[in-house]
């Protein structure tokens, strides 16, 4: 069973960054993937960006070319750069963890393991 505790939200002005972190524990040595999803106050969560245990990676157009996830394997960690930050990325982030058969897409994939989130607020 693998639980999931992100860290590094916080509050930044428009046009600054942030990293965020999730620390994963447990049992990670099948084939998986990871993501990124955020969740505004009255909208759908959406999913933000994905990697797989290969380092794939997917990124949502709406923070394509401003978010970068990346993977620490040595330290079971996820890490989510974002950069250029606007208020409409205002949102509480999750991560979010799925084990997957052989090369199946992490964009398939429903995701039945997450954090309890942490905040990010961008200030115009």
């Known amino acids: 069973q693998v639980q999931l505790a992100e860290f590094g939200g916080g509050s930044v002005q428009a046009g600054g960054s942030l990293r965020l972190g999730c620390a994963a524990t447990?049992?990670?040595?099948?084939?998986?993937?990871m993501a990124w999803f955020r969740q505004a106050p009255g909208k759908e969560r959406e999913r933000v960006a994905t990697?797989?245990?290969?380092?794939?990676?997917h990124a949502a157009e709406s923070v394509k070319g401003r978010f970068t996830t990346y993977l620490d394997s040595q330290e079971s960690r996820l890490y989510l750069e974002m950069d250029s930050l606007q208020p409409e990325d205002t949102a509480m982030y999750y991560c979010a963890f799925s084990t997957r058969s052989g090369f199946e897409s992490c964009l398939s994939l429903t995701f039945n393991t997450w954090g309890l989130g942490t905040q990010v607020t961008v200030s115009a």
């Open positions: 990697i797989s245990d290969m380092s794939t990676t």
């Open positions: 447990g049992n990670t040595n099948s084939r998986y993937c």
